[in-house]
C-alpha cells in the first residue's frame, strides 16, 4: 500500500475516476473548477468524461497493470458507479488511498447485503426474504403477503433484473426472467411518492445533506426530479437523518444517493430505504444551478480532504432527464427561458439511454 497523500489535496492534485460516464464527466469538471486534475479509468476509448478530463487511461476493468498505472499517477481514486467488481477496487486501492471505502461498495452492490445492514442500521427496507431458488419464492410470497417484486442480488439498475409477481403461478416465469440467479424478494409497497436525499461526508466526519428531492420514474428509469419535494417536513427531516445513519455507519466519505418510498399507512412506513447509490446521483444533477455547492463538487471536496461546501438551496428546480431521441430537441430546449441544459456528448443515441437532462430553475418559494 502506497503511503496516503496528505490533506487536504492542494490544487493540481490529481483525482482519479473510475468509469467515464455523464456522472464522471459531471465530476471532473467541478475538480477542474477547484484547479485538480480529473483522471478518468475506462475502457471506452471515448468516453463522455475523457472530453473534459486531464487524462484518460483506457484499460478493462480486471487489467491489473493498467489499473495499477492509473493509480499510481492519482493521489485519491473514487467510482462514478456502484457495480465495481471487488478486485478492482482492491488493485486501486493497493497504489492510491480509494474514497469512499470498499465495503460501501460491496454492500451497494449486493441487495440482500444492503438491506441487512439497513436494518442493523435501525432502517426500514421494503419487506424482503433472500431468495436462492425458485421453490422459495412461494413460501417467502405467502410470507410478505401480497404482490411482491422479485429482484437479482446483484448487478441491477433501472429496474433491470427485477420481474414483477402477482401470485405464486407466476414464480417460475419470474425466475426465469431475472435469469435463475440469487435474488432478494421485495414486497411491493404503496408509496405515494418517491424521494431521495443526496448526502456527503467528510474525512473529517462532518456530515451534509442535501434538500430531499421527490423523483418520478418511468420503465424503471428516473424521469424527473422535483425540489422542493411537497412532502411534509418531518418526512423530509426524517430522510435526511437516515442518509446521515447510512453515512457514519459505513465510515463514509463522499457523496451518496439513498432513495426512499413514502407509504403513509403502511405497517413499518411511512419511510422505507429502497437503495443506496455509493456515488453522485442522477437525483441530484438539480444541485449544479440550485446550490451554491453541487453534489459533484462536494463529492470532490469530500475525498479530496477538503472542508464540505455549502449544499444549501437557493432556487427551486425540476430536472428532467433526456431519454434516448429526447436530446435531439437540445435547439428548442436551449432556447427556453429558465432551461439548463446538459448534454453528455455521447455520439450514439439508443433507446433507454440517458442522453443529457434540463434543469428549469425558479426562484425559492418557502418549502
Ligand atoms: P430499483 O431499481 O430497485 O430502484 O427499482 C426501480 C423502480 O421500481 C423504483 O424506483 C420504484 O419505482 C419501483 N420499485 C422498486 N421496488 C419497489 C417496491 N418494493 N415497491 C414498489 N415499487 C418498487
Not at 422505507?272 to 449544479?288: D, L
Request: charged residues 20%.
Amino acid at each position: 500500500m502506497a503511503e496516503a497523500a496528505p490533506l487536504p489535496l492542494p490544487p493540481g492534485s490529481a483525482v482519479g475516476i473510475l468509469g467515464g460516464g455523464q456522472l464522471g464527466r459531471m465530476l471532473a469538471i467541478a475538480a477542474a473548477r477547484l484547479g485538480l486534475e480529473a483522471h478518468i479509468y475506462d475502457p471506452d476509448p471515448a468516453p463522455p468524461a475523457a472530453a473534459v478530463a486531464t487524462r484518460h487511461v483506457q484499460g478493462a476493468y480486471d487489467d491489473a497493470a493498467a489499473l495499477a498505472r492509473f493509480a499510481a499517477g492519482v493521489q485519491v481514486a473514487t467510482f462514478e458507479f456502484e457495480s465495481v467488481p471487488a478486485a478492482t477496487a482492491a488493485a486501486v486501492a493497493a497504489h492510491t488511498a480509494l474514497r469512499p471505502n470498499a465495503r460501501a461498495f460491496a454492500i451497494a452492490q449486493d441487495r440482500a447485503l444492503e438491506k441487512a445492514f439497513l436494518e442493523e442500521t435501525g432502517l426500514a427496507p421494503a419487506p424482503w426474504v433472500a431468495i436462492e431458488a425458485e421453490a422459495e419464492i412461494a413460501p417467502a410470497l405467502a410470507r410478505l403477503g401480497g404482490a411482491a417484486i422479485l429482484k437479482t442480488r446483484r448487478l441491477g439498475y433501472d429496474g433491470k433484473g427485477q420481474a414483477r409477481i402477482a401470485g405464486a403461478e407466476e414464480a417460475g416465469t419470474a425466475w426465469a426472467a431475472i435469469g435463475a440467479v440469487p435474488a432478494v424478494l421485495e414486497r411491493v409497497v404503496p408509496f405515494t411518492a418517491e424521494l431521495s436525499v443526496i448526502a456527503a461526508r467528510g474525512v473529517d466526519g462532518a456530515v451534509a445533506a442535501y434538500d430531499p428531492g421527490r423523483n418520478e420514474h418511468a420503465d424503471g428509469i428516473l424521469r424527473r426530479t422535483t425540489i422542493p419535494a411537497g412532502l411534509p417536513a418531518s418526512v423530509l427531516q426524517d430522510a435526511v437523518l437516515a442518509a446521515g445513519r447510512i453515512l457514519r455507519a459505513l465510515d463514509y466519505v463522499g457523496v451518496i444517493g439513498v432513495e426512499f418510498f413514502f407509504a403513509p399507512g403502511a405497517s413499518g412506513g411511512p419511510l422505507f430505504v429502497n437503495e443506496i447509490a455509493p456515488r453522485v446521483h442522477n437525483t441530484g444533477h438539480w444541485t449544479i444551478e440550485a446550490c451554491a455547492v453541487d453534489q459533484f463538487e462536494q463529492h470532490i471536496r469530500a475525498v479530496a480532504g477538503w472542508p464540505l461546501g455549502d449544499g444549501a438551496r437557493h432556487a427551486d428546480a425540476v430536472m428532467t432527464n433526456l431519454i434516448g431521441d429526447e436530446a435531439a430537441a437540445w435547439a428548442e430546449l436551449a432556447a427556453e427561458p429558465g432551461a439548463a441544459l446538459h448534454l453528455y456528448g455521447k455520439a450514439e443515441i439508443r433507446p433507454g439511454r440517458k442522453m443529457g437532462h434540463v434543469t428549469h430553475v425558479t426562484p425559492r418559494r418557502a418549502g
